[in-house]
């Protein structure tokens, strides 16, 4: 059953107060795949999330199938009962399989076979017309269509003119610079224009307990997705413990406006928390 408490996504681009945690499952599926088994299982995992507090589920059906499958996506659409957002290369193969599913959201990513993860976001410049047709597509079946871009005003600009209703802005050189700096600034310059210019604001990509504070009181970005270091802290502490403690350094981070102290942090997955 499709939620429909939670649909943000009309394009007002109002500041949200609490700040919305969807969990991307991907990897407990590439653990799965390590083996080809049935187990851990993603779906189950989205169940344990949401019970944990999650306000969404993400997962990422890849061209290759590396980890997500196309029966995992059919589950999750069924039986997710906060939202489902689905994240998928522009392709007809992954448009009709939206089109079939009906998830709440679709958030469009850049692909390379040869990648490990998603490396930068999608290259609005390029072919906007058939971004700008997916996008038209997508919104005739009922979905919100929320484009993974760089923290770029350009970028954010071409999403508002191919008809997006959404950004995820990409927060990986954040990530890999925590603590302020130009990375910081150029999330907040970016949130701050795509706000205005009516788009809705996520933004997320190796993201942890530790990074996660300065981009939480960001106040334009109302949606995070993390995946990776969930499910990495989840081998120490278990799923729900990774989500509330996760959920916990947003709410902290939002209610204090970026008052982020190190020192009440976990420790990073792997350490004694
Ligand atoms: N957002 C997008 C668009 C992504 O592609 C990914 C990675 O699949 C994430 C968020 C989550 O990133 P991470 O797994 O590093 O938390």
């Not at 059906?61 to 995992?72: G, M, T, Y």
């Not at 209703?165 to 603590?179: D, I, M, N, R």
């Not at 990495?232 to 204090?256: K, P, Y």
């Amino acid at each position: 059953m499709r939620a429909t408490h939670d649909t943000p996504g009309d394009g007002s681009a109002r500041p949200a107060a609490r700040q919305r945690l969807y969990v991307n499952v991907d990897h407990v599926a590439t653990v799965r795949q390590a083996r080809r088994t049935d187990e851990p299982d993603p779906v189950a995992a989205a169940a344990l999330c949401e019970d944990a507090g999650a306000d969404g589920i993400t997962a990422h059906l890849r061209e290759d199938r590396r980890h997500i499958q196309d029966a995992d996506v059919e589950r999750l659409a069924r039986s997710v009962r906060t939202v489902l957002n689905l994240e998928s290369a522009c392709t007809d193969e992954m448009l009709a399989i939206a089109e079939r599913l009906r998830p709440h959201q679709v958030t469009l990513v850049p692909e390379r076979r040869e990648e490990i993860t998603t490396e930068g976001g999608l290259d609005v410049s390029r072919e906007p017309e058939r971004l700008a047709a997916a996008i038209a597509r997508l919104r005739r079946a009922d979905i919100r269509t929320s484009l993974f871009i760089d923290p770029n005003p350009d970028a954010v600009r071409r999403s508002r003119d191919v008809g997006a209703v959404a950004v995820e802005l990409h927060t990986g050189t954040y990530a890999h610079h925590p603590g302020g700096g130009p990375a910081l600034a150029a999330l907040r310059d970016a949130a701050r224009l795509a706000a205005s210019l009516g788009l809705a604001v996520h933004a997320g990509h190796g993201l942890t307990v530790r990074n996660v504070g300065p981009v939480s009181a960001i106040p334009e970005i109302e949606e995070l997705n993390i995946g990776h270091s969930i499910v990495s802290r989840a081998i120490f502490v278990g799923l729900a413990a990774a989500v509330r403690e996760i959920r916990d350094a947003m709410d902290q981070a939002r209610e204090t406006g970026g008052e982020w102290r190190a020192a009440r942090a976990v420790p990073p997955a792997g350490e004694v928390g």
